[in-house]
């Protein structure tokens, strides 16, 4: 998984590509007004995490479909209120043939982040689960590890 993450002034862009063979996975892309929905994880979607301090964090899930759900943390899994209001302003899905897929979202920060981490979760027509990201600490995903997140550059 390639990953690009810009982030300035509270604004931040990313772009997921995933490159290999893609015949056998399964994207809702039937395409819909953006809508906050949750557990997107259910399906085929990307996720980003950014991380505000030593223990907050925002989690964003968008499905090819432009469906998104956010959620802030207080503390590892300590959930705070979902918010549908922090909606992504911009969200584009496209697959080329089996071989790539692309996703790219803007979203608006309340602050800089310190670190962020990326993660996909793609279902394949059998049933089984894949999980990609930036960083995997352990053999088990667990993208809310404060392990997981990378340090975001602050010069």
């Not at 300035?8 to 290999?20: I, Q």
């Not at 692309?102 to 689960?129: D, K, N, R, V």
């Not at 999980?131 to 990378?150: I, M, Q, T, V, Y």
Request: glycine share 2%; with cysteine.
């Amino acid at each position: 998984m390639q990953l690009s993450l810009h982030v300035r002034a509270k604004h931040a862009t990313a772009r997921f590509e995933l490159t290999g063979d893609f015949s056998k996975l399964q994207f809702e892309v039937k395409r819909k007004k953006a809508e906050f929905r949750r557990e997107l994880w259910r399906s085929s979607c990307f996720e980003l995490f950014f991380l505000f301090d030593d223990q907050k964090y925002w989690e964003y899930n968008f499905s090819p479909d432009t469906a998104y759900w956010h959620q802030s943390f207080h503390a590892y899994r300590k959930e705070d209120h979902p918010s549908e209001s922090l909606k992504p302003s911009r969200m584009s899905f496209s697959q080329d043939s089996n071989e790539r897929v692309l996703f790219e979202t803007e979203i608006e920060l309340a602050q800089t982040p310190l670190g962020f981490q990326a993660a996909a979760i793609l279902h394949e027509s059998s049933g089984q689960m894949l999980h990609f990201a930036l960083r995997h600490p352990s053999s088990k995903p667990d993208f809310h590890s404060p392990n997981c997140f990378e340090s975001y550059p602050t010069a």
